[in-house]
């Protein structure tokens, strides 16, 4: 028998964006565009109304012969992709950039946002409030990123005297949520097989009590 697998398919808006986020400049002609999501199952007519809603959300802008990408969002995942290709640029001299997050009580809301741009912008979390990356990264690659940072961190350009003991810092901070996180896990598997244990002597002790009382009429 064949096994069938729900797959779900993309829509038209991020057929046309994964397009032209796939060539730079991020910008094609409308035949280009249609005959590419076309081979992703998306109709020519559905992929020419999905570009012109991208128009009118300021996600996409006409040119001459198509169309270029100028949504903000979208154009922070394309530097996002290009780090990734390019990688650093020179080695690394052992050197760490240190944003430390102020510790005064924020919403919920900016927490989240800073959160998220340190993330893209490479950074690993040392300890609650300390970021690091390695300093050979780009900069000026996400501006809208790091603007966010400079306004909530302040940076530090720091060199370990041994590299030895912020990488055990490093793995000490990994193992704080991690070992706990396993240990939780343990304990919800423990009890699962426990539960099972007792639903099956609970199943024999009933199967033997009617069994027996069968035998008694």
Known sequence: ??????????????????????VRPPEL?????????????????TARVAMSRMVAAGELEATSAGYRLVGRSLLARGSRQDLSRAGAPEPW?????????????????????????LVAL???ELREGVWLRPDNLPAEVLPDAEASVAARCTTFLTEPDHPGALLLSIVGALTAVVVPSMLYALEIFVGIIQAYVFAMLALVFMSQATVSH???H
């Open 93 to 117: 001299s052992g050197r760490w950039r240190l944003a430390v997050a102020p510790g005064e009580a924020r919403p919920a809301a900016e927490r989240s946002e800073l959160r998220a741009a």
């Open 29 to 45: 002609p409308t035949r280009s565009i249609v005959a590419t999501v076309e081979l992703l199952g998306i109709a020519p007519g």
């Open 1 to 22: 028998m064949a096994s069938t697998r729900n797959t779900r398919r993309l829509t038209a808006r991020s057929a046309v964006a994964s397009t032209l986020l796939g």
């Open 214 to 216: 069968s035998g008694e």
């Open 122 to 124: 490479r950074h690993g």
